[in-house]
């Protein structure tokens, strides 16, 4: 609140998003590149508690911020700031109650630019917490992910958080791929439209993807997977862009050239 310029400016975003809340302007424009991997953000929105509260009364509010917290960390997951979903929420005049409308939480994770959105409930017992929490997609209002979990007792809580951490990163690298195109080739390195915006690290792997041949068929057109022709390691990423070793190829590796994140079994970043 002492910083000024700050407020004016989260005063300002809010007024932004409530006024595209409410004309259902969404924040992505048709026609933009719509293969290369924007910044993934998550919005946690309608957290409940249930059950006994006693000595654990607003233990979702500290689960969440040390959650938030790591995932910022990770470079892969932007979450939405507390303060400034709660100023949108106040600009809209919305409650609980109105979060509890699936349609109008995910009308507000569309707003604030989230691909995911997190929601769910936490049963506060006496031996312990079941958390169950759910990621859905806003483009597509399916549920991507669902976790269940039982949590210890508060002193627990950086033991619960960094695991439940890994289980969402898991989630989204798994689900959500990093995509984009080869800008550039110089020798046997390639210079890649991703960066560490994106979550790209030194070691993310890639391939080069070929596109699946059309297949006309009775009046329809069939489209085959595509094929992996390279691959590709991240030896230096800046913020919008990436330099990448070519580790095989079966064919030359061009401009323009479609590139997915090798997903792997680890998930650590």
Same mark, same amino acid.
């Given at each position: 609140?002492? !910083?000024?310029?700050? =407020?004016?400016? %989260?005063?300002?975003?809010? =007024? ?8 259902? *302007?969404?924040?992505?424009? =048709?026609? *933009? ?11 946690? $929105? ?30 892969? /997951? +932007? ?6 979903? &709660? ?23 569309? $707003? ?24 859905? !997609? ?45 800008? +550039? /080739? ?5 210079? %890649? ?7 790209? /690290? ?7 993807? !070929?596109?699946? &041949?059309?297949?006309?068929? =009775? ?41 997915? *994140? +090798? ?7």
């Amino acid at each position: 609140q002492k !910083d000024q310029e700050r =407020k004016k400016r %989260v005063d300002q975003l809010v =007024k932004e998003l409530a006024a595209r809340y409410r004309t259902q *302007e969404k924040a992505r424009p =048709k026609g *933009e590149d719509t293969w290369t991997s924007p910044p993934m953000v998550l919005s946690f $929105v309608d957290f409940q508690e249930k059950g006994a509260m006693s000595e654990r009364d607003g233990y979702s509010t500290v689960l969440l911020a040390e959650l938030s917290s790591l995932l910022n960390a990770s470079g892969r /997951v +932007r979450v939405v700031e507390r303060v400034l979903l &709660e100023r949108l929420l106040e600009e809209l005049n919305l409650g609980s109650s109105d979060l509890a409308n699936p349609e109008t939480a995910l009308r507000l994770g569309r $707003v604030l630019a989230a691909r995911l959105m997190g929601t769910g409930t936490l049963l506060l017992q006496p031996r312990g917490t079941l958390l169950s929490l759910r990621l859905i !997609d806003t483009e597509t209002s399916a549920i991507s992910q669902v976790l269940t979990r039982e949590l210890g007792n508060q002193g627990s809580v950086e033991k619960d958080v960094f695991q439940l951490n890994r289980d969402i990163l898991r989630a989204v690298i798994t689900k959500y791929p990093l995509r984009g195109f080869v800008v +550039r /080739v110089t020798g046997d390195q390639a210079l %890649v439209n991703l960066g560490s915006k994106q979550g790209v /690290v030194t070691g993310t792997k890639f391939e080069v993807l !070929d596109e699946g &041949e059309a297949i006309p068929y =009775k009046g329809k057109v069939l489209s085959s997977a595509p094929r992996s022709v390279a691959q590709l390691e991240t030896v230096r990423a800046e913020p919008d862009l990436c330099y990448v070793k070519i580790l095989k190829q079966d064919r030359p590796v061009k401009g323009d050239d479609k590139v997915q *994140e +090798r997903v792997e079994n680890s998930a650590s970043r």
